[in-house]
């Protein structure tokens, strides 16, 4: 069964400071990634999804099949950026988790002033 | 995004109670979706629906029931009301285009005491 591992429940950093949220998954095919970010008072929303490979409020995803990986990275972590991170997975057509999303644990991210 | 609304917000309820969490929307998608959200478990799927005649399990559906009223409702049931179903329970849709990007509600809070 596919999974999706976020092995770090909280992270702090300060402000200016390169930040990565770490996400890995287990998928036996070529699975789509995601990260969705809760901001605070705000709804679970889209940050960004590895084929569309763009930068996204200076965030940034690279897949990496050999290592299982789709980590979240900014270089210059801001206050604002303080939210909760969560790593997402659909699996490839035809398959039977096409169509919905496998969710890892969530990490929350703070940036200190 | 207003789109996708979610009633009640809030509820508290008793051991045994059958309780109603109603989802609506105008993002004329076909596609919606219940999690629940627990703290250091992320987002579990419940329950899924393609379209109004399609009706899916997802990870978490023992102890839930679904009923896709017309395409933009999708009501989740908790048939009798366990304290372990405490949690955050979103709604979420899907354009069936837009593969794994996902328009989520709100959020109800449900307390089952």
């Known amino acids: 069964a596919q999974r999706v591992t976020q092995p770090e429940k909280l992270l702090s950093v300060f402000k200016g400071a390169p930040v990565e949220l770490k996400c890995n998954y287990s998928?036996?095919?070529?699975?789509?990634l995601f990260w969705y970010v809760q901001y605070s008072r705000q709804r679970l929303q889209l940050l960004l999804r590895h084929i569309s490979r763009e930068s996204i409020k200076g965030f940034t995803a690279d897949l990496n099949k050999g290592e299982t990986s789709f980590h979240l990275k900014k270089p210059f972590a801001q206050e604002e950026d303080s939210a909760m991170y969560y790593c997402a997975l659909e699996g490839e057509a035809g398959g039977t988790s096409y169509g919905k999303l496998t969710f890892g644990q969530g990490t929350i991210l703070t940036v200190h002033p | 995004d207003a789109d996708v609304t979610q009633t009640p917000r809030n509820r508290i309820t008793k051991t045994g109670k059958r309780i109603m969490l109603e989802c609506s929307q105008t993002k004329g998608h076909d596609r919606m979706y219940w999690y629940r959200q627990d703290p250091g478990l992320g987002l579990q799927l419940i329950y899924y629906?393609?379209?109004?005649?399609?009706?899916n399990k997802g990870e978490i559906s023992d102890g839930y029931s679904v009923s896709r009223q017309a395409q933009a409702k999708f009501s989740l049931s908790l048939e009798s009301a366990i304290p372990n179903q405490t949690a955050l329970y979103f709604c979420a849709t899907s354009d069936l285009l837009g593969t794994g990007v996902l328009y989520f509600g709100p959020g109800t809070r449900l307390t089952v005491l």
């Open positions: 629906s393609f379209d109004v005649k399609d009706i």
């Open positions: 998928y036996s095919g070529s699975p789509e």
